[in-house]
């Protein structure tokens, strides 16, 4: 299966600021997808980050809070805007890779906003 | 309609003994229901998968077996181990994860003492 590289791991962030979470996949993907999971919650899905156009957000989701890019195959990223402590979370990168039909994830970038 | 129902939100099993863990759905069209397990500082990771053409799916000490009738399936971990230890996701999707979201649980922290 896909290996994803996620960066930062982790991050003490202002109230604020914004932070980009890079994703970087050793193989081309078909799907890549960003989730979040705020602490002992499940796992919520953001958006489908798709190749070389905007964004799928889910509801409850917006593109001026999570701007979300994928210029390629292989990686995509996304921004926590205007953080505030709420966003305290770990962001969650996953894909499925061509021909495989198993959603795979990242080992997280985990976020505490001060 | 298109949530799915996790339950128990923790369970603790002695070495050795048997952890299920059941989810409930509401949407008739799901047809694809896997299992994740996710170790802290990890991302989830596929543990096992069903169709709802069979009632049973079994890989090593793990097992899903699947109502549809009732719009059910559960996990059974066999001879639990400390090893186990984890939080359990259960999930549905209407096709397969390239061409459709996956719908997580509320997710399961199993501990297993020695």
């Known amino acids: 299966s896909a290996v994803i590289s996620q960066k930062p791991s982790r991050d003490i962030c202002q109230r604020g600021t914004s932070l980009t979470i890079q994703c970087q996949v050793d193989?081309?993907?078909?799907?890549m997808f960003w989730y979040r999971q705020q602490p002992g919650q499940s796992l919520t899905l953001i958006a489908t980050a798709n190749q070389g156009s905007e964004a799928t957000y889910e509801s409850g989701f917006v593109i001026d809070k999570f701007p979300i890019s994928r210029p390629n195959l292989t990686f995509s990223t996304l921004t926590v805007s205007n953080m505030s402590p709420e966003d305290s979370s770990i962001y969650l990168c996953s894909v499925v890779g061509a021909g495989a039909n198993v959603l795979t994830f990242g080992a997280g970038s985990r976020l505490t906003v001060l | 309609q298109q949530q799915v129902k996790q339950s128990p939100q923790s369970l603790i099993v002695q070495k050795g003994g048997i952890s299920i863990i059941n989810c409930a759905y509401e949407?008739?069209?799901?047809?694809?229901f896997p299992w994740y397990q996710q170790f802290p500082g990890k991302g989830p990771a596929l543990l096992i998968a069903?169709?709802?053409?069979?009632s049973e799916k079994k890989e090593g000490r793990f097992t899903i077996s699947f109502n549809k009738s009732a719009k059910q399936f559960s996990l059974h971990i066999m001879d639990s181990q400390p090893g186990d230890s984890a939080t359990y996701f259960c999930a549905a999707s209407m096709n397969e994860p390239d061409t459709d979201k996956l719908i997580f649980g509320t997710g399961t922290r199993l501990q297993v003492f020695p």
């Open positions: 949407n008739t069209a799901f047809d694809y």
């Open positions: 069903i169709r709802p053409d069979v």
């Open positions: 193989s081309q993907v078909t799907m």
